[in-house]
């Protein structure tokens, strides 16, 4: 599902180069839920970044599917990154103009579904979320667990081949961060949807199927 080979990864500025990730290789099977466990600095984001196709390596093939996205020129990246790419936000990042059905059927609005289909999948999703009663309430309206449980509900309505997650309980206290999980657990289950969830809490990433620890930019 997730394929990783030989990824290296500088930023470069006026002055300098810095690497920050060093030929990284790994594989994610369909249906996995893995975390990727790191201190601050050691590189998660911009591995998660990498692997989601926000930017491109400096070295390295990035399979999703069948397809490298590395090689994709960036219109053809943000398609499929529409299509078949699911990300959730620390901060959730919903339109606060649109209302929380609205929010989780944008990532269609792309797609050739009717109107009518695309509500009926948001609200699935949302019931699957346990929020269906707030389906036309805006975004402010909810607390923070509530709306990263939306962002997950948008994450899903595409159908994507794999859900990139950076620190999604990162904003939360602990009682909510362990139903944002059991959430994300269950849609792990019900619908074998893959994940690769960003955390630098031990605690948390002990409570996914596998862990995947960077350091200094090198996976251990
Ligand atoms: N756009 C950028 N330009 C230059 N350096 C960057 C850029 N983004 C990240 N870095 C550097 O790359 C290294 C890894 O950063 P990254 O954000 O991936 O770490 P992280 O493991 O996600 O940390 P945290 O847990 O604090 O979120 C850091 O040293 C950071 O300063
Ligand atoms: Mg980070």
Redesign the pocket.
Known sequence: MLRVEQLSHS?R?AQET?Q?LYDINLVVEKGEMVALL??????????LNLMAGFMKPSTGRVYIGEKDIVTLNENRLAEYRRRHIGFIFQSYELIPSLTVRENVELPLVFHTESPSKRKKKAMLLLEQVGLAEKADMFPSMLSGGQQQRVSIARSLITEPYVIFAD?PTGNLDTRTEQEILAILQQLNLDLHTTFVI?T?ETEVAEQMGRIIT?KDGHLA
């Open positions: 930023f500025n810095v920050v790191g201190s601050s600095g050691s590189g998660k984001s911009t591995l620190e960003v630098h960077l």
